[in-house]
């Protein structure tokens, strides 16, 4: 799975949108985008992922670069509960043999007040 | 989403005793789970992964003589710490493949906490 680049952390005031970048320059063609985030000590959360358009649910939109050498997570309306750190992770996703996510270190993200 | 849930959510124990943790998926059949864990302020590492009815793939450096892992039911694995000592308090967590989507998404447990004193 390819490697990817998140900046250790970032605050974000309540309210506003929080952007969350991820650098995955050597990612393969066939080779999704997933976001993740752990709010402390708890199990990760799914958040969204995508493979080359645009996405958006219920709780983010992930936008991704045409070259998708990178993406952004954005969460338009930040609130306290999303303080969390924030995984970019990128992996195969196919029909089969599962396999394990590979985290990096993850974005730490504050919300503030 | 599919849950997955893990039990106990903390346990304390003694040096030298054995913890069991249990892995539930509760609305899907999970064909696969996998085990993480993750020290304070650090992500979380991968240690090994189980198929059903079939024998763990540890991760290197993880001794499977001592986190014993059994994925003996579609719904239920157990990871046993077995002389547990206080290096291996940590963070275990758990998550769980196989839920009929083909493409074999992720759904991972609460944690479960685990202090050697």
């Known amino acids: 799975d390819a490697k990817t680049t998140q900046p250790p952390s970032m605050d974000c005031a309540e309210g506003r949108a929080a952007n969350l970048p991820c650098n995955h320059s050597?990612?393969?063609?066939?080779?999704?985008v997933y976001w993740y985030r752990q709010i402390h000590s708890q199990g990760p959360q799914y958040i969204i992922h995508?493979?080359?358009n645009n996405e958006t649910n219920e709780m983010a939109s992930l936008i991704i670069t045409e070259d998708r050498k990178s993406s952004t997570l954005i969460l338009p309306h930040a609130t306290l509960r999303d303080t969390a750190v924030y995984y970019c992770i990128v992996r195969v996703r196919f029909s089969g043999s599962a396999r394990q996510l590979t985290f990096g270190s993850g974005t730490q993200l504050t919300v503030l007040p | 989403g599919a849950v997955v849930s893990q039990h106990p959510s903390r346990v304390i124990c003694k040096s030298g005793t054995s913890v069991k943790i249990e892995c539930r998926s509760l609305?899907?059949?999970?064909?696969?789970m996998f085990w993480y864990r993750q020290f304070p302020k650090q992500s979380l590492m991968l240690m090994a992964t189980s198929n059903e009815g079939s024998k763990a793939t540890y991760e290197q450096g993880v001794e499977k003589d001592k986190f014993l892992i059994n994925h003996a039911s579609l719904t239920l694995s157990t990871l046993t710490v077995t002389s547990a000592h206080p290096e291996d308090s940590s963070f275990y967590i758990c998550s769980a493949s196989g839920g009929g989507s083909s493409y074999n998404e992720q759904f991972f447990g609460p944690g479960t906490r685990l202090t050697v004193l």
């Open positions: 050597t990612i393969s063609g066939n080779e999704y």
């Open positions: 995508g493979l080359k």
């Open positions: 609305d899907f059949q999970a064909t696969t």
